[in-house]
């Protein structure tokens, strides 16, 4: 696999993935990297606390609400949102120069979040992820032993009105079984990758000799 800062001579794509807590999302994103060049996840600014196991600077930017602040008052966020008293936030500049050096971003983003991203950058690609019923979303959110009954409920309760927002990507993956959603990304993203305007900028040499 080629290395991620292995420089590219055409701009990177910005994909949004969003998908109700307990969906599978940060499982499938993960596998999703790992098998695809020149592919990286953004590591956005959050204030909730670091959850065991986590590390500042690969799973998120951990902050606090003063910092976050400054950084809304400089415009520093492609996009930003509160969720479940938490918030987040993409760094404009970071996001920018990734997308320059011919990298794809995947922003992992709730939906008021891949609203505000489609609507400052209309280019980027937005998938939507759903779990195969709510029974399943419940026993995903009780295996992960993060949080209580009371967070699950809370969780459980915000998935309808989160999974009623599916209608507004441009890609709707089902995560039954595991293997079958991960092809599915890839498949996505191949077919991105091979859109007429990205072919362009890799193939501009071969196009001006072909149509000289």
């Known amino acids: 696999m080629c290395p991620n800062n292995m420089i590219n001579p055409y701009r990177g794509s910005l994909y949004t993935i969003s998908a109700p ?27 909730r606390g670091i959850r065991p196991g986590e590390l500042d600077g690969t799973n998120y930017h951990f902050v606090n ?10 415009q520093g966020f492609l996009e930003c949102a509160e969720v479940f008293g938490n918030h987040y936030g993409t760094s404009k500049q970071w996001l920018n120069e990734t997308l320059d050096s011919g990298i794809d971003v995947i922003l992992e983003i709730d939906w008021q979040g891949a609203q505000q991203v489609a609507t400052a950058m209309p280019e980027t690609i937005s998938i939507f992820i759903l779990p195969p019923s709510l029974p399943a979303l419940r026993e995903r959110l009780t295996s992960r032993g993060q949080d209580d009954e009371a967070i699950i409920n809370q969780r459980m309760a915000e998935a309808t009105s989160e999974m009623s927002h599916y209608t507004e990507a441009e890609y709707l993956v089902i995560n039954d079984v595991f293997a079958d959603a991960l092809q599915d990304l890839q498949r996505i993203l191949l077919s991105s990758r091979l859109r007429t305007k990205p ?8 196009l001006k000799a072909l149509l000289p």
């Open 21 to 47: 807590s307990g969906a599978g999302k940060t499982s499938l994103v993960r596998e999703l990297v790992a098998s695809t060049d020149h592919l990286q996840v953004s590591v956005s600014h959050t204030t």
């Open 65 to 74: 609400q003063k910092h976050f602040q400054q950084m809304v008052d400089q």
């Open 199 to 206: 072919q362009q900028q890799r193939h501009g040499s071969l």
